[in-house]
């Protein structure tokens, strides 16, 4: 069992904190800079606090940096030097960010999306695991595992390509959710029936590859629907670009039959 | 009991013909100008068949259309004149398209997605009724309420506006699940390490507004990680394109907090 820093205390900190404590390892200390939110996680794990950089803990195995990703630069200029593992949690930052403030460095990167609110399994949610030399690995994969079923070994420049993916297959897809509630929305018809399509969709796409399983107007080449729609959008520029350019992307991919990157 | 004929003998026409039969419905012919794809299905469903559009039976209660949507009013102005009430089962196809056959006409819409040999639950499928008066949609939704528990009376207009909702919501996000496992691939990167980040993100977007769920660098406008991200799309036009387009059309909904259409 380890004995853990946590820095941070918001949404990825609290879960997997909760997760690490639950498992058996010591949290020693929640930093967070907002005192209120500190203690909350800190409460919630039996752990101590400080809001103080320079009275961070120096006894653990592992620091789990646990912040937005444009603030762990300046974080770990104040960090005071610790002889543990310091890791982060990001999908895009390299590892190499953490140099400054140890010599031991990871990522503890859980490719998942957190909400306080809602609860996660946290054993079937994906760790991508980095590490500068493999005695960090290891034991990064023994910590991962110990709250996870899968642990992957990705470099820092597969993490990045595997974050662009994400942002494709959950950002964007949530965007395009957000664009057809509008559109239900506008004729005052409940998104709601469109919940058994959607989750088919996805189960379709998850279980056989999404090209061959590609439907609708695009990949049959229905030139008077796609008009019929567009027309239906032309008060929208963005609603309109976008259904014209995934559209002819959906043809491209398809037309190729190979891919494009 | 209604009277049913089938015609056509696809995706759409083997579901809800085989669920009307396992119902209770007597399904009195199937019609398709392919001999084995109509046998194939008579004898799912206990049925005579027929390739020649002239030999279509004159008895049944109810005509279910279940063909491509640009071959419906070629079959419609070869049709013999029936009694019964003629449906078509087209998300954007007015029901005017009917009006040349015979004077009771429908639409009777599933909004779903469906593969031959992927079982679907049809009882929690919506069905879109629309009827050319009220004694039509009465029996269309009593023949739907068989078959399904969720059963829906739209207009033409807005049973279009739904499709064009279906098309963002689903064959567009699974053209971005496309993208996403072309990423995946690139990098050698197994594409289902994104299965509980993509199903946890489809469950929030789905029990949530979307517009409040969305997360990702576009919201957070987080230009550093955008252009990294673009950088790494240099080579594939359709995908730079897309990432740029959908994350300025989630920053233009986000910041005006409003709907767009």
Same mark, same amino acid.
């Given at each position: 069992? @380890?004995?853990?820093?946590?820095?941070?205390?918001?949404?990825?900190?609290?879960?997997? +904190?909760?997760?690490?404590?639950?498992?058996?390892?010591?949290?020693?200390?929640?930093?967070? $800079?907002? *005192?209120?939110?500190?203690?909350?996680?800190?409460?919630?794990? !039996?752990?101590?606090?400080?809001?103080?950089?320079?009275? %961070?803990?120096?006894?653990?195995?592992?620091?789990?940096? /646990?912040?937005?990703?444009?603030?762990?630069?300046?974080?770990?200029?104040?960090?005071?030097?610790?002889? +543990?593992?310091?890791?982060?949690?990001?999908?895009? !930052? *390299?590892?190499?960010?953490?140099?400054?403030?140890?010599?031991?460095?990871?990522?503890?990167?859980?490719? !998942? #999306?957190?909400?306080?609110?809602? $609860?996660?399994?946290?054993?079937?949610?994906?760790?991508?695991?980095?590490?500068?030399?493999?005695?960090?690995?290891?034991? %990064?994969?023994?910590? /991962?595992?110990?709250? @996870?079923?899968?642990?992957?070994?990705?470099?820092?420049?597969?993490? /990045?390509?595997?974050?662009?993916?994400?942002?494709?297959?959950?950002?964007? #897809?949530?965007?395009?959710?957000?664009?057809?509630?509008?559109?239900?929305?506008?004729? $005052?018809? *409940?998104?709601?029936?469109?919940? *058994?399509?959607?989750?088919? #969709?996805?189960?379709?796409?998850? #279980?056989?590859?999404?090209?061959?399983? !590609?439907? +609708?107007?695009?990949?049959?080449?229905?030139?008077?629907?796609? $008009?019929?729609? %567009?027309?239906?959008?032309?008060?929208?520029?963005?609603?309109?670009?976008?259904?014209?350019?995934?559209?002819?992307?959906?043809?491209?991919?398809?037309?190729?039959?190979?891919?494009?990157?």
């Amino acid at each position: 069992m @380890s004995k853990i820093v946590l820095i941070g205390s918001g949404n990825v900190a609290t879960h997997i +904190g909760t997760a690490l404590h639950s498992a058996g390892h010591t949290i020693l200390q929640v930093f967070s $800079k907002t *005192p209120t939110s500190a203690k909350l996680l800190a409460d919630k794990v !039996q752990s101590t606090f400080t809001t103080e950089i320079k009275m %961070l803990d120096s006894n653990a195995d592992v620091y789990i940096i /646990a912040i937005k990703d444009d603030a762990i630069n300046e974080l770990v200029q104040e960090m005071p030097n610790v002889s +543990g593992i310091v890791v982060h949690t990001s999908g895009t !930052q *390299p590892m190499q960010v953490l140099e400054t403030c140890c010599k031991r460095t990871g990522v503890f990167y859980p490719l !998942q #999306t957190f909400k306080k609110e809602v $609860k996660i399994n946290l054993k079937t949610v994906p760790f991508c695991i980095e590490g500068s030399d493999n005695d960090v690995i290891n034991e %990064l994969r023994k910590l /991962a595992s110990s709250i @996870s079923d899968v642990v992957e070994t990705i470099n820092s420049e597969d993490r /990045a390509m595997l974050h662009l993916a994400a942002v494709f297959a959950c950002n964007f #897809t949530n965007h395009l959710l957000a664009v057809s509630k509008d559109i239900c929305d506008s004729s $005052k018809l *409940p998104f709601s029936l469109l919940n *058994p399509l959607i989750n088919q #969709t996805i189960e379709n796409a998850l #279980t056989h590859d999404p090209v061959k399983v !590609q439907t +609708g107007p695009a990949v049959r080449r229905d030139e008077n629907i796609m $008009k019929v729609h %567009l027309e239906k959008l032309k008060n929208s520029e963005d609603y309109y670009n976008l259904y014209k350019l995934i559209s002819s992307s959906i043809i491209n991919l398809n037309k190729n039959n190979e891919r494009k990157l």
